[in-house]
């Protein structure tokens, strides 16, 4: 049995249950994503002699294919995230390269179904979508673009000020910037496809997923949770972000869990993390004029 045959029997027992798969690129490389190895940093890496596993980009194109192939008639497979936070060396990579890239993938599987949806990430690991203004991502069949973001505590890294130290207007402003002008302005859906926090959180972490759950009450996205399973494949290590206990029945997402069900119920003005979860005041709630803007 190869790995393909797992992950397609994986795919399977989902879809058989009702629940839509998006299929992500995740890794070139079989090993633990720590978004330090250049041989991942983008959908391609023949540049690089050191690479353990090696891919031209008509190879990238093709390995998906080769997976999604197996996926053709399942109506519960719903698109493909093509790949995941694109950087290139220490964040070289521009947007217009990786649109183009995406562009020529995308055609490609839209042939074998034109139904499905192609997940765009932003570039500087999935941060900024900015460039999706000026150089839209386009495709034969309308209407299968959704953008994507990454937003972890980490996040703005390109801006040298993580969003775990942003005032609340601040993280407004770059959220607009990144990627959300594209909802305001009615120009293509975005989801919010990674973001997490450990299960008892404090300063910055904390701060961080007060303002991210926030501003999530005011935007029509949707989103992603990082992540469900208790244990990281990397030495069996336990994932402090993870939603499940060991024997993946147990929940143990707490606060996380409580948040975002509010958020799909659209349950608004209902506590939030640092207002009820630790038994102490976070900051004010007050629409400052940043806010306000993004409500409109």
């Given amino acids: 049995m190869r790995a ?19 299929v992500n690129d995740h890794i070139t490389q079989a090993q633990w994503c720590d978004g330090m190895n250049l041989c991942d940093a983008s959908w391609h890496n023949e540049s690089l002699p050191l690479c353990r596993v090696r891919q031209t980009e008509e190879e990238w194109i093709q390995h998906w294919e080769v997976v999604m192939g197996r996926f053709v008639g399942d109506p519960w497979v719903i698109g493909c995230d093509l790949r995941n936070e694109v950087r290139g060396l220490w964040g070289t990579m521009t947007w217009g390269m990786w649109a183009a890239a995406a562009e020529r ?6 042939r074998l179904n034109p139904e499905w949806l192609m997940v765009v990430e932003g570039v500087s690991s999935a941060n900024d979508l900015s460039g999706a203004r000026a150089r839209p991502v386009r495709y034969s069949v309308p209407g299968r673009v959704v953008y994507s973001s990454h937003v972890y505590s980490w996040s703005g890294w390109g801006s040298l000020v993580p ?6 207007p601040s993280f407004v402003e770059e959220m607009r910037r990144n990627w959300s002008y594209l909802l305001e302005e009615d120009i293509a859906p975005v ?19 007060v303002n991210l759950m926030r501003y999530l009450e ?15 494949p990397h030495k069996n290590e336990f994932e402090s972000y993870g939603l499940l206990g060991d024997d993946w ?3 143990r ?3 996380r869990l409580r948040d975002m069900k509010r958020l799909m119920r659209s349950e608004k003005g209902g506590p939030l993390i640092g207002e009820g979860a630790f038994g102490v005041q976070d900051e004010k709630r007050d629409e400052g004029p940043d806010e306000k803007k993004a409500i409109r």
């Fill in 4 to 22: 393909l045959d797992v992950f397609a029997a994986v795919v399977g027992a989902m879809t058989a249950r009702g629940i839509g798969v998006i």
């Fill in 163 to 168: 969003f775990n130290k942003r005032s609340y």
């Fill in 253 to 255: 997402g707490g606060f």
């Fill in 218 to 232: 005011h935007v029509d996205a949707d989103f992603g949770y990082w992540a469900l399973n208790p244990r990281k």
């Fill in 249 to 251: 029945r147990s929940e």
């Fill in 191 to 209: 989801w919010v496809g990674e973001f997490g926090v450990g299960g008892n959180p404090a300063g910055g972490d904390r701060h961080y997923w």
């Fill in 105 to 110: 993938c995308g055609e490609r599987l839209l």
